[in-house]
């Protein structure tokens, strides 16, 4: 991760809870940046971040409460904003105003006129905003996309995607200080997180380039497992049980594309389950799927004949492993990372960052852009209508309006997410 000296990025922070501090790790990291500025609503998390500083031996960034401060430092060339999901996408907007390269964390939309105006923030200023969409540089996820530009798949026809992840055991304890994702699943009823399986699957379905998502349905289960989990834990005769959950347990999304595709999404954080990302990319000559850890492809996945009691002959088509594909269709990023992995996620966190950083460094449109972020991010406020409106389809806005049938090409350059470059 060693870079070229002339080409220092100055980064601020901007949000600095549980994520900064896992994204340090990454950063410090990274040769290629210098972490000038750094800033949070409470002293407390600026303290804690700059002991991390003290601690690493570094020099201490120049610290701020108000984000439009750090904003107007101009020795400042890119923002990262880990706040959380009812504050990043203004302070996003404000970032690309002040002519900053900006990158958000991963979360959903509260309306879809917050994604406008974030889309408009870009495309007034000529700044670019990214998404730290970390899933999308995981090493089978990457691999995916490896195949299917590659054709392995034939033409794609269905995918699918989640977020199943038991968060009780986070949501509910951090409620009492007011974390706000417990209370997003209090007051909302939506796929509140959709960007972690929807990034890869959108990327490999070329969504907003060549393709759009169209329209989407949505329905919720009924709420049992957060207040089921505070009445086991609090006492069922205490005031903290009567807590109602609005959030379905099990949310399902399912979108429909321009290219004829659907994808299906599950949104699920309050049941008992071992975590999946849900994955599945379907098409006419074979299939990933996560929850098996399989790939069979036709013509190269074994199959057999066998015979039911009457004699009559049919075939059983077999799962190979995920593993067996890495030899021959590894994405060439993961090649050389896979014996140098750094920092948190099994070491896509930093991936997406140094895809970041790079796209600030050369000065071009960085691999998730503002169409992508506005896009996977209105699954949150959409889904939430459609529940709302009893499972109604809802139109999915064009973001690019109507740029996504004949996009600019994008830059050749190995963090592509569009193309497979080797270097
Ligand atoms: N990509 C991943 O794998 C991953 C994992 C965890 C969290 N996240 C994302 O990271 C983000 C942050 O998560 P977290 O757990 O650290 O949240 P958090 O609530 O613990 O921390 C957010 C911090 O932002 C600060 N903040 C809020 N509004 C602010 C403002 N206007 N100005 C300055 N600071 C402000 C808060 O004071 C807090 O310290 C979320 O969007 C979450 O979805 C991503």
Redo the contacts with the bound molecule.
């Keep these: 991760m060693k870079e070229s000296k002339d080409k220092i990025v100055k980064l601020g922070i ?7 501090e ?1 994204l340090l790790v990454s950063l410090f990291a990274i040769d290629a940046v210098e972490i000038s500025a750094i ?4 002293d407390k ?1 600026v303290a804690k971040i700059k002991s991390i500083f003290l601690k690493s031996g570094r020099p201490i960034p120049a610290a701020f ?1 108000n ?1 439009n401060d750090l904003l107007q430092k101009n020795d400042i060339d890119a923002v990262l904003i ?4 009812n ?2 996408l203004p ?1 996003a907007a404000a970032a690309m105003k002040a002519g900053k390269y900006t990158a958000i ?3 959903g939309a509260s309306s879809t006129e917050e994604l406008w105006q974030l889309v408009h923030a870009s495309e007034g200023t000529g700044a670019h905003c990214m998404m ?3 899933c999308c540089y995981a090493r089978n996820e990457l691999m995916i996309l490896n195949m299917a530009r590659q054709g392995l798949f034939g033409e794609l026809i269905h995918c699918c995607g989640g977020y199943e992840h038991d968060l009780r055991d986070e949501l509910i304890p951090r409620m009492k200080e007011g ?3 417990t209370f997003h699943n209090k007051y909302r009823n939506c796929d509140l ?1 959709p960007t ?1 399986q929807l990034g890869p699957i959108a990327k490999i379905l070329n969504i907003n380039r060549g393709n759009r998502f169209l329209s989407l349905v949505s329905m919720a289960s009924k709420s049992r497992g957060l207040g089921l989990y505070v009445k086991d834990h609090s006492g069922r005769e205490s005031q903290e049980s009567e807590i109602a959950f609005n959030k379905g347990d099990v949310v399902t999304t399912i979108i429909k594309c321009a290219g004829g595709e659907t994808i299906t999404l599950t949104h699920s954080v309050s049941l008992p389950r071992p975590y999946s990302r849900n994955g599945r990319v379907q098409g006419t000559r074979g299939i990933w799927l996560e929850d098996v850890d399989g790939i069979h492809i036709e013509g190269i996945s074994s199959s057999t004949k066998e015979f039911d009691v009457s004699g009559n002959p049919y075939t059983v088509h077999h799962w190979d492993t995920v593993q067996s594909f890495y030899d021959k269709y590894d994405h060439p990023i993961w090649r050389d990372y896979k014996d140098n992995i750094v920092g948190g ?1 099994g070491g896509m ?1 930093c991936l997406a960052l140094m895809a970041f950083i790079d796209a600030v460094r050369h000065k071009i449109a960085p691999p998730i852009d503002v169409y992508d972020c506005a896009a996977w991010m209105s699954v949150t406020c959409l889904s939430e209508q459609s529940i709302a409106l009893g499972s109604m389809p809802v139109a999915v806005p064009d973001f690019t309006n109507g740029k996504w049938i004949k996009r600019e090409s994008v830059p050749i350059n190995k963090w592509s997410l569009t193309n497979v470059y080797k270097d």
């Design positions: 901007i949000g600095l809870g549980w994520r900064t896992v800033c949070d609503l409470s998390a409460n984000y880990p706040t959380s999901w504050s990043h302070i964390e991963v979360g730290l969409e970390n974390f706000e994702r997180y972690h996620h966190d």
